[in-house]
Nanobody
Framework: QLQLVESGGGLVQAGGSLRLSCAVS????????MGWFRQAPGKEREFVAL????????YYADSVKGRFTISRDNAKNTVYLQMNSLKAEDTAVYYC???????????????????WGQGTQVTVSS
């Protein structure tokens, strides 16, 4: 059983930056892939970025590529999402998620992630 706790959300002006953190409860998360998703009001939850804890391979949604960076700190059992050049359309609740058998073909599939955090609100004002 993993517990994921997000932090770092807030209100920022367009063009600004935020860094989200996802603290993971167990070191056994090394066997997991860690994803960030977001959900805006009235929309479905969508994939943002993923990092494989072992090996560090990363994947990004086209909408955030070049602006967002996902990373991990093994010593702190924490995954980060650095968000730069934020836009109003990035406004959403951001969720951290963990899954064990995530492939390139399933990174967008929310049902493949067994564990989810509670979410953190990101609001970008234009």
């Amino acid at each position: 059983q993993l517990q994921l706790v997000e932090s770092g959300g807030g209100l920022v002006q367009a063009g600004g930056s935020l860094r989200l953190s996802c603290a993971v409860s167990k070191r056994t998360a090394i066997n997991y892939a860690m994803g960030w998703f977001r959900q805006a009001p009235g929309k479905e939850r969508e994939f943002v970025a993923l990092i494989k804890w072992s090996g560090g391979d990363t994947y990004y949604a086209d909408s955030v590529k070049g602006r967002f960076t996902i990373s991990r700190d093994n010593a702190k059992n924490t995954v980060y999402l650095q968000m730069n050049s934020l836009k109003a359309e990035d406004t959403a609740v951001y969720y951290c998620a963990a899954g064990r058998q995530i492939t390139i073909g399933t990174i967008h599939d929310t049902t493949k992630y067994a564990y989810w955090g509670q979410g953190t609100q990101v609001t970008v004002s234009s």
